[in-house]
């Protein structure tokens, strides 16, 4: 169905963005080159760092922090289950093992640092923390963790791109930062990522290993510099494109802009949905000013069935996601490492209810009550 009334995300690509990817066109640079330093230089300025490392996508920028860290056989990695399923793919192709932890609760889709505490053991490397829809997860306790247990903290901020918080800027806080430039993200240039580490060598590894780690880059190699390179450890192909960091770069001036008007659109569901019998809306404790609110989820009550709602949205026009089926359900998660329903019962009943509506930076009032109106009207029991 692609006449939606609302739309679950809308990309918003005007005429800069146009004419950004025209001018790198007319330059003959295509692959990473100048426009891609300019634009890791000005993120990094947003986010406060030194530098940061842009990357093809949001799975390139995780699986290059578990390359740069050495993680492999023998090593855990503790990780939400609750996230979009490349998380755990880095580490478990890695040869480490993806721990799987609960979720806060339906208040709070974030790691619960209790529940990490509990499942670190003398094998554990590095805690995994997502930043579920742009809200913050809890970093000050997952950062004392991380330093009583001598582990790395790398923050999965897909979902929140420069987004200050009373914690701190996402991304920032930790060992590593990771983020996704993704078609339905806030910062969103088709397919690219980023990466921020604290420690340089950390961050060094990353960039050289993000180009086949190889020891001069083909823009020394354009300038005039050696022609030829040794590769000493084993990399991959995990460089941009300067038409996506072209395209970054636009969006990345207009981002704090179009975050506005997310908080806004935020402000009227809550206020909006309130009222409505037995539903949840996770991180409405939270200043709406501190979330990138890329998404936002509601959960509904027990035994009002989500495919039925989903249904009702769907024949009143209104688009609908889920984020995310638990990873730790999937058959290759099941049959790796044996678990399956019943191993993480907090987030098996929250998420069974999960449900996004529609949010954009281009969504406006009446978009906003029309969603209200159907989910209301969905709001039933079956006949």
Known sequence: MSDWKVSLYRPEIGAAEMEAVA??????WLSTGPVTQDFEARYAAALGVDDAVAVANGTAALHLAVLALRLGPGDEVILPSLNFVSAAAVVALSGATPVFAEIGG????????ADVAARITPRTRAVVAMHYGGYAADLQALTALARAHGLV?????AHAPATTTAQGVLGTVGDIGCYSFFATKNLAVGEG???????????ARIRRLRSHALTVSAQDRHRGGPSTYDVDTFGLNYRPTEIACALGRVQLDALAAKGKRRQEAVRQYREQLAGLPGITLPFADRPVE???????????????????VQDRLKA?????GVHYPPTHLFTAYRERYGLGPGS???????MGRQLSLPLYAGIGDR?????????????????
């Open 23 to 28: 001018d790198v066109l007319r330059s003959g």
């Open 106 to 113: 339906a208040h709070d889709l974030s790691i619960d640092p």
């Open 153 to 157: 903290l790398i923050e999965d901020a």
């Open 193 to 203: 990522g980023m990466v921020v580490a604290r420690d340089p060598d950390i961050r």
């Open 290 to 308: 501190e979330s990138a609110h890329h998404l936002f989820p509601v959960v509904l009550p027990e035994g009002l069935d989500r495919d039925l």
């Open 316 to 320: 009143a026009g209104i688009q609908s």
């Open 344 to 350: 993480l019962p907090v987030t098996e009943s929250v």
């Open 367 to 383: 978009e906003v009550r029309l969603v209200v109106e159907a989910v209301r009207a969905a709001w039933r029991p079956a006949p």
